[in-house]
């Protein structure tokens, strides 16, 4: 019969990605925690509006990479392509702005693009994601992204450069916005790309971000948006700057750091690694200070991240995999029952191990035994399992001894 394969763009993940994806999951709420976060796990699919109206109906998340589709009863659903959404959609849902000023939620999980599979571009993905929601002070904005650093230092995470931006607002960004459309409008279009000449009309702002090399070469002398914020926007991002600076974080202004979901405001920061190929932006977010209202809620300013987790893994080793502590090998078909009862008191009593439930010669017990890794291999015969006890070999060093089965924990914890 055919061999039915994964979906592409979907991964299986073995041992070592396991381990090293619960590495950096558990690294997340060790420091998230220090910051006052707290987990909130939300629905992998939600409505299609909630991305619609909070992503933007513009943006090629929306337009080209969501798995949409209709459930029996002929509603749009789809799998998250990302986590703010839809932590958003929680917080309006169950009031929780009513019950404090400050929320600040972490998740972790995968999410869905519909995007061409290359090195560190997957259709199934997985985020760390963070939103603080509620402070509009620069100093929010400040803390999120020292948290980020932090965070990928504390994983080993080497040779990144920050990058930073400031989108305006609602005040100063439409009149940029016009500017930076009439001046796209007076270049010869023919030499933007057809994504370009769409989102020249649709969001202008996006095609400074374009990674073609002949729309970054027709608009290296666009007008840009940090010549144009507002008093209140330069002051926000200069205060940023300036705590930034006193923590001695290191970043670059990046002018044509747009980020591709129209939700931000101010803020927008991305952290790049140049050892990972073309897929490089390992993390990326900003404040979003209009998204809540956009699905709902109140008024409520915002501002967080996410790490792409399998780019963070492209950079990282994944950690040694734990020794197990015993091997059981029964040499007789008689022994095997009392083999069961021996491996579920060693595992109660704490120990980590494998019973092989096939009975075999002691040579190829032993060399079962040696391909495991334990540190301690527990052979059963006739003889243990008449006189009620184990033969444990210790595997460093050699030595075996037939141990009574009540005092085999022990022993085995006291590394005889
Ligand atoms: P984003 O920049 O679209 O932002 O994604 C964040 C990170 O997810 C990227 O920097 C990248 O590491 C990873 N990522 C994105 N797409 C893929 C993919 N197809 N395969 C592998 N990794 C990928 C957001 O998603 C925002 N929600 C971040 C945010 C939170 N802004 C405010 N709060």
């Not at 763009?9 to 220090?34: I, K, N, P």
């Not at 205060?239 to 044509?256: F, G, M, P, W």
């Not at 008689?334 to 704490?350: I, N, S, T, V």
């Not at 540190?375 to 006739?382: C, F, N, T």
Request: charged fraction near 25%; proline fraction near 4%.
């Amino acid at each position: 019969m055919a061999k039915i394969q994964a979906i592409k763009g979907f991964a299986d993940l073995f041992a070592d990605e396991s381990r090293l994806f619960t590495f950096l999951e558990q690294s997340a709420r060790t420091v998230f925690f220090r910051y006052g976060f707290t987990e909130l796990r939300t629905p992998l699919m939600e409505y299609t509006d909630l991305f619609c109206r909070s992503i933007g109906t513009e943006t090629d998340v929306v337009q080209k990479e969501m798995y949409t589709f209709n459930d029996s009863k002929g509603r749009s659903m789809s799998l998250r392509p990302e986590a703010t959404a839809g932590v958003m959609r929680a917080y309006v849902e169950n009031n929780v702005g009513a019950k404090e000023s400050v929320s600040k939620f972490f998740t972790a999980g995968p999410m869905f693009r519909h995007e061409r599979p290359q090195k560190g571009r997957m259709r199934q993905f997985h985020q760390i994601n963070c939103e603080c929601i509620g402070p509009k002070e620069p100093e929010a904005d400040a803390e999120m992204i020292s948290m980020l650093m932090y965070f990928l230092n504390y994983i080993g995470i080497k040779n990144i450069t920050l990058q930073l931006n400031s989108l305006g607002c609602p005040n100063c960004r439409p009149a940029y916005r016009e500017k930076l459309q009439n001046w796209l409008k007076s270049l010869d279009t023919s030499v933007l790309c057809e994504d370009c000449r769409r989102r020249m009309e649709t969001n202008p702002l996006r095609v400074l971000d374009c990674k073609n090399p002949s729309c970054k070469e027709a608009t290296k002398d666009a007008p840009l948006m940090l010549d144009h914020t507002c008093d209140e926007c330069a002051g926000h991002f200069q205060t940023v700057k300036n705590c930034l600076d006193s923590q001695n974080i290191h970043y670059e202004i990046n002018h044509r750091l747009v980020r591709g979901l129209d939700y931000y405001t101010r803020t927008a920061f991305e952290v790049v690694s140049d050892n990972i190929g073309a897929q490089g932006s390992i993390a990326g977010g900003g404040r979003y200070d209009g998204l809540v209202e956009s699905i709902g809620g109140s008024s409520v300013p915002g501002i967080g991240f996410a790490c792409g987790m399998e780019r963070l893994a492209l950079l990282l080793q994944a950690p040694e995999a734990p020794k197990a502590d015993f091997y059981i090998a029964v040499l007789d078909d008689a022994c095997r029952e009392y083999g069961f009862k021996a491996a579920q008191m060693l595992r109660h009593g704490e120990l980590c191990g494998t019973m092989g439930f096939e009975s075999r010669s002691i040579k190829s017990a032993m060399r079962q035994a040696d391909k495991s890794g334990a540190k301690y291999a527990v052979l059963i015969g006739s003889s243990e399992l008449e006189q009620h006890n184990l033969m444990i070999k210790n595997m460093e060093n050699g030595t075996q001894e037939a141990v009574p089965f009540d005092r085999a924990v022990s022993f085995i914890k006291e590394g005889k």
